[in-house]
T-cell receptor
Framework: KAGVTQTPRYLIKTRGQQVTLSCSPI?????VSWYQQTPGQGLQFLFE???????NKGNFPGRFSGRQFSNSRSEMNVSTLELGDSALYLC????????????FGEGSRLTVL | QKEVEQDPGPLSVPEGAIVSLNCTYS??????FMWYRQYSRKGPELLMY????GNKEDGRFTAQVDKSSKYISLFIRDSQPSDSATYLC?????????????????FGKGTKLSVKP
């Protein structure tokens, strides 16, 4: 069974640009969550989607947005990139919406210059 | 006070040692407790999952939850070099308490473990 797939794995952008990251969850999983991981802050929750609806959102500015498609695939977008947005962005999918057992992808490492 | 506190280490032990990793938390609403292992340049993978208090054992790994002390532990017996990774604790409240989803786990910052041959 294929795991969570994230693309691209690595990307470099400059300040002011925008970026779109993609996530394909494990087949049958309908919940997709996004996290930002940095050495200083650790793993921080961005948002979660379930059946194409955003169910919860973390404490990030409006430059961070996401969506989920009918096939459960999800994208997140960061506009007007800042240096501090450099991080590993992790997508996780879950079958059971109530227990938080998440299965993570390998992440998209974003570097903002 | 942060919701979840975890000593970042690094922790270095010889092969075969018993490893103890710990997290403390402040939110008494947390009921679901997890340990994730993250190898370098990889995403976290679920290692142990526990609901409420008690112990859970899986091979060389034992997870303990003490809700009265707001303290969780992960023990690794007979540690191996392949156990070298960052270990993150994570926890969440029930949907009823928070009116939301379980997707927003609160993570510790992780403890970096190195097991030397």
């Amino acid at each position: 069974k294929a795991g969570v797939t994230q693309t691209p794995r690595y990307l470099i952008k400059t300040r002011g640009q925008q970026v779109t990251l993609s996530c394909s969850p494990i087949s049958g999983h309908r919940s997709v969550s996004w996290y930002q991981q940095t050495p200083g802050q650790g793993l921080q929750f961005l948002f979660e989607y379930f059946s194409e609806t955003q169910r919860n959102k973390g404490n990030f500015p409006g430059r961070f947005s996401g969506r989920q498609f009918s096939n459960s695939r999800s994208e997140m977008n960061v506009s007007t990139l800042e240096l501090g947005d450099s991080a590993l962005y992790l997508c996780a999918s879950s079958l059971d919406r109530d227990t938080g057992e998440l299965f993570f992808g390998e992440g998209s490492r974003l570097t903002v210059l | 006070q942060k919701e979840v506190e975890q000593d970042p280490g690094p922790l270095s032990v010889p092969e075969g040692a018993i490893v103890s990793l710990n997290c403390t938390y402040s939110n008494s609403a947390f009921q679901y407790f997890m340990w994730y292992r993250q190898y370098s340049r990889k995403g976290p993978e679920l290692l142990m999952y526990t609901y409420s208090s008690g112990n859970k054992e899986d091979g060389r790994f034992t997870a303990q939850v003490d809700k009265s002390s707001k303290y969780i532990s992960l023990f690794i017996r007979d540690s191996q070099p392949s156990d070298s990774a960052t270990y993150l604790c994570a926890m969440s409240a029930s949907q009823a308490n928070y009116g939301g989803s379980q997707g927003n786990l609160i993570f510790g910052k992780g403890t970096k473990l190195s097991v030397k041959p």
